[in-house]
């Protein structure tokens, strides 16, 4: 019997289900082309018909009441990456700066992902704690006259540690706080760390910048590098600052100093109630989450930063009140902190649309899904039926072949399953 029906699933039966599901496959091909002709939109005819009828663009945009000529060409798509669609517009200052200026081709035109539309979802979800990380542990909380901080630390289960951290300035504006932290010309002033700072690369369209750093450690360890790629957008009242590091290979890697590759610091800034309670928006919110690998071992970094926190976040403050007493007084904006005054604008109506949809647990994925697991052991029986009603040839035979069918369907089932995250 084992011979038997070895030679069958070899031979026989393979031919037959193949002979079965082959025209079978074919005609729902065919079925899928002409319903889909059948329902096809009213400016499909318009683009089949040619000669001088409207083009594509003239016939989408007649049906769908969009306005191509509003969308942004491909040599800027090149420029503003992923973020240049329906929902997003440039917001410039009212000093100039927004004016079209050409960017010639460099590393952020040829490679998409330096900071993208992704970088700036990942950076709110953080600041609405959605996440999915693990939970963040306070390790501060300290107050001054005119600025309040809060600590919060996490370990994920790969990676360095990972640090929030919550600043409130009093008396102080988001868009003034913004460009303090963008002036890496002002930046030497108040932190003592940064030995080094230029800008590689920027693109006066959307703001981006590729700058180079190179900071202080203590005399135990060398001092770092970094190559940072950083954008701002804005989305209502709030400005979401996204600094990481990238890969820049037309800047030698050297032993010293040490060349740190996995870097994220980002922020969002937003005005906020003062603490003296009157109701007005007149103190500024930072919200920070930083980590980064410098190649020291993560507990020993978890101490450093425990006791060095506070000292560094002290020297912070008085920075910028001397940062604010300048620009009040009338002085000249550096060139980082006129990109930072290039801000990459999205609507909070899109926002909260997003914030509704979760690809996790879509319909595509819990209903459709069961429809995809039964028509590969739907064609399968359904095959098996047709070859054994076709059979003239006794009841072992048909046995035989509803059997394999049945074992093709119960292990197409299995592999499903064991696929099913």
């Known amino acids: 019997m084992a011979a038997l029906l070895e030679m069958m699933v070899?031979?026989?039966?393979?031919?037959?289900?193949?002979s079965f599901l082959v025209p079978l496959w074919a005609s729902a091909v065919l079925l899928g082309l002409l319903v889909g002709w059948a329902w096809k939109p009213k400016w499909a005819d318009m683009v089949v018909a040619g000669g001088g009828g409207p083009s594509l663009g003239e016939a989408v945009e007649k049906h769908l009441g969009i306005g191509f000529n509003s969308l942004p060409s491909l040599d800027s798509l090149k420029t503003l990456s992923q973020s240049c669609i329906s929902w997003v517009s440039e917001e410039r200052s009212e000093k100039g700066?927004?004016?079209?200026?050409?960017?010639?081709?460099?590393?952020?035109?040829?490679?998409?992902?330096?900071?993208?539309?992704?970088?700036?979802?990942?950076?709110?979800?953080?600041?609405?704690?959605?996440?999915?990380?693990?939970?963040?542990?306070?390790?501060?909380?300290?107050?001054?006259?005119?600025?309040?901080?809060q600590a919060w630390r996490r370990d994920p289960e790969t990676g360095p540690p990972q640090y929030r951290s919550r600043t409130v300035y009093e008396d102080a504006a988001p868009e003034l706080v913004r460009d303090f932290f963008w002036d890496d010309e002002f930046r030497g002033k108040w932190d003592d760390m940064l030995l080094h700072a230029a800008t590689l690369e920027e693109c006066r369209s959307s703001g981006t910048m590729i700058v180079h750093w190179i900071r202080k450690f203590p005399f135990f360890c060398s001092d770092r590098e970094y190559t940072i790629g950083r954008r701002i957008w804005k989305s209502g009242g709030s400005y979401y600052c996204v600094t990481k590091g990238i890969a820049y290979p037309s800047l030698p890697r050297h032993n010293k100093p040490r060349r740190v590759d996995l870097y994220y610091s980002s922020w969002c800034i937003r005005a906020v109630e003062s603490r003296r309670g009157d109701g007005q928006l007149t103190s500024c919110e930072v919200l920070l989450f930083h980590y980064e690998d410098m190649g020291i071992p993560w507990e020993i970094a978890k101490l450093g930063v425990r006791q060095g926190m506070w000292g560094c976040v002290k020297k912070i403050e008085p920075g910028f009140r001397a940062y604010q007493a300048a620009r009040q007084a009338g002085g000249p904006l550096s060139r980082s902190a006129e990109m930072a005054q290039i801000n990459t604008k999205v609507d909070e109506d899109y926002l909260r649309s997003m914030e509704l949809i979760d690809p996790s647990e879509s319909d595509v994925a819990t209903v459709k899904k069961p429809w995809?697991?039964?028509?590969?052991?739907?064609?399968?029986?359904?095959?098996?039926?047709?070859?054994?009603?076709?059979?003239?040839?006794?009841?072992?035979?048909?046995?035989?072949?509803?059997?394999?069918?049945?074992?093709?369907?119960?292990?197409?089932?299995?592999?499903?399953?064991?696929?099913?995250p």
């Open 10 to 18: 070899g031979g026989g039966l393979f031919g037959g289900l193949f």
């Open 97 to 149: 700066e927004g004016e079209a200026v050409a960017c010639s081709p460099t590393p952020m035109e040829r490679d998409q992902s330096v900071v993208n539309i992704d970088d700036f979802q990942y950076l709110r979800r953080l600041v609405e704690m959605t996440d999915g990380g693990p939970v963040w542990h306070q390790m501060m909380d300290r107050t001054l006259p005119t600025m309040s901080y």
């Open 372 to 420: 995809r697991e039964n028509i590969p052991k739907f064609l399968i029986v359904g095959g098996a039926v047709a070859l054994a009603c076709s059979l003239d040839r006794g009841l072992l035979t048909k046995a035989v072949i509803f059997g394999v069918a049945r074992r093709f369907a119960k292990l197409g089932r299995t592999v499903n399953q064991r696929a099913t």
